[in-house]
């Protein structure tokens, strides 16, 4: 069982900055993503096979940049110019197999998420 610990959520203003980490117990080939609002589904943020370039969902890729380190079972999202609609909990998803498309049912394993509030 691979567990994922996220931190690095928090509180910003529009237009600031945050960087999420996640932390996996094990290395994963897969790792991704994936955030929830509100009343709204769950999409997928970004995601990354082993360390070749991440790959995005819509809207996501001119601001924000996944990537990982591999060696410490650790995959970042830069998040810059958040906006109010960037608001939601985000979750950090991996599997052992590759995965190059982002979609919640190709990532086995979740963490339990890190809230990200962006203000106006």
């Known amino acids: 069982q691979v567990r994922l610990v996220e931190s690095g959520g928090g509180s910003v203003q529009a237009g600031g900055s945050l960087r999420l980490a996640c932390v996996a117990s094990?290395?994963?080939?897969?790792m991704a993503w994936f955030r929830q609002a509100p009343g709204k589904e769950r999409e997928g943020v970004a995601g990354?096979?082993?360390?070749?370039?991440?790959y995005y969902g819509d809207s996501m890729k001119d601001r924000f940049t996944i990537y990982r380190d591999v060696g410490e079972n650790t995959v970042y999202l830069q998040m810059n110019s958040l906006k109010p609609e960037d608001t939601a909990m985000y979750y950090c998803?991996?599997?052992?197999?590759?995965?190059?498309?982002?979609?919640?049912?190709?990532?086995?394993?979740w963490g339990q998420g890190t809230q990200v509030t962006v203000s106006s």
């Open positions: 094990e290395y994963t080939a897969s």
């Open positions: 990354i096979y082993h360390s070749s370039g991440g």
């Open positions: 998803a991996a599997d052992l197999r590759a995965s190059t498309v982002l979609r919640s049912e190709g990532f086995t394993y």
